[in-house]
C-alpha cells in the first residue's frame, strides 16, 4: 500500500499476524530495499513471535531515486507512515520499529515520537567506513527504550557497545549480515519474546 508523507508516496509491505501481538515497522538501507536477507530473516522471526510485520520503502525509493534524502526528511517520511499504521492496520498494537543501516538510525532518531517500545537495529552504521571520529553513536545512546543490535563481527561501519537497555548481539559477516541468518533470527526471536 502506498501512504502519503510530506516527501512523497511511502510503499508499506504489510506482513498481517492471525492474531497479532505487537507490530514491528522496519525500514531499509540507502542503497537497498526490503527485500535485503537481513530485514527477510528478522520478518520471518516477528511473524512466529506472532508480530505484525510493516516493511516500509522510504519515498526516494518509491521515486526511483537512487540517492538517500537527507535525514530529516527520511524522520518527517518515517513518522508519516507510522502515525498512518497506528491508526490503521497497527491500531491499537504494541509497536516496536527498526532497520537495518540508515533505517535503523532513522527508528532510533524518531523512536520517541514514535511512541516505540523497542527498537532492532540490523547493522546500525556506528560511522562511515574508515572514520571513527564521524561518530554517530549519539543516536543509538539517544533511544530510552529497550534496544537489540545485530551486528556483523568485521563491520566497516563500526561496532556499538553494549550500554543499559541495549543488547549487542554480534554474527559472523560484515554490514550486509548474510553470514548466519539463523542467529540473527534466535536474537530478534528472543528480543520480541521479551517483556
Same mark, same amino acid.
Given at each position: 500500500?502506498?501512504?502519503?508523507?510530506?516527501?512523497?508516496? &511511502? =510503499? +508499506?509491505?504489510?506482513?498481517? @499476524?492471525?492474531? !497479532?501481538?505487537?507490530?514491528? #515497522? %522496519?525500514?531499509?538501507?540507502?542503497?537497498?530495499?526490503?527485500?535485503?536477507?537481513?530485514?527477510?530473516?528478522?520478518?520471518?522471526?516477528?511473524?512466529?513471535?506472532?508480530?505484525?510485520?510493516?516493511?516500509?520503502?522510504?519515498?526516494?525509493?518509491?521515486?526511483?531515486?537512487?540517492?538517500?534524502?537527507?535525514?530529516?526528511?527520511?524522520?518527517?517520511?518515517?513518522?508519516?507512515?507510522?502515525?498512518?499504521?497506528?491508526?490503521?492496520?497497527?491500531?491499537?498494537?504494541?509497536?516496536?520499529?527498526?532497520?537495518?543501516?540508515?533505517? &535503523? =538510525? +532513522?527508528?532510533?532518531?524518531? @523512536?520517541?515520537? !514514535?511512541?516505540?517500545?523497542? #527498537? %532492532?537495529?540490523?547493522?546500525?552504521?556506528?560511522?562511515?567506513?574508515?572514520?571513527?571520529?564521524?561518530?554517530?553513536?549519539?543516536?543509538?545512546?539517544?533511544?530510552?527504550?529497550?534496544?537489540?543490535?545485530?551486528?556483523?563481527?568485521?563491520?566497516?561501519?563500526?561496532?556499538?557497545?553494549?550500554?543499559?537497555?541495549?543488547?549487542?548481539?554480534?554474527?559472523?559477516?560484515?554490514?550486509?549480515?548474510?553470514?548466519?541468518?539463523?542467529?540473527?533470527?534466535?536474537?530478534?526471536?528472543?528480543?520480541?519474546?521479551?517483556?
Amino acid at each position: 500500500m502506498e501512504v502519503a508523507t510530506p516527501h512523497g508516496a &511511502a =510503499r +508499506v509491505h504489510l506482513h498481517a @499476524a492471525a492474531d !497479532a501481538r505487537g507490530a514491528l #515497522v %522496519l525500514g531499509h538501507g540507502a542503497g537497498g530495499g526490503v527485500t535485503a536477507p537481513d530485514l527477510v530473516a528478522a520478518t520471518r522471526a516477528a511473524r512466529e513471535q506472532d508480530f505484525t510485520v510493516a516493511l516500509v520503502e522510504q519515498p526516494y525509493v518509491v521515486a526511483g531515486r537512487r540517492s538517500a534524502a537527507p535525514p530529516h526528511q527520511l524522520d518527517a517520511a518515517w513518522l508519516a507512515v507510522v502515525e498512518h499504521l497506528r491508526g490503521s492496520e497497527l491500531g491499537g498494537l504494541p509497536l516496536a520499529c527498526g532497520g537495518r543501516s540508515s533505517g &535503523a =538510525r +532513522v527508528a532510533c532518531r524518531t @523512536a520517541e515520537a !514514535a511512541a516505540a517500545e523497542r #527498537v %532492532l537495529c540490523l547493522a546500525f552504521p556506528v560511522h562511515p567506513p574508515g572514520r571513527p571520529e564521524k561518530s554517530r553513536l549519539e543516536e543509538l545512546d539517544g533511544v530510552k527504550v529497550p534496544v537489540l543490535v545485530v551486528q556483523g563481527e568485521s563491520d566497516p561501519f563500526g561496532m556499538p557497545p553494549p550500554a543499559p537497555g541495549r543488547r549487542v548481539v554480534t554474527v559472523p559477516g560484515n554490514h550486509g549480515l548474510k553470514g548466519d541468518l539463523t542467529a540473527l533470527e534466535a536474537a530478534v526471536r528472543a528480543f520480541l519474546a521479551s517483556d
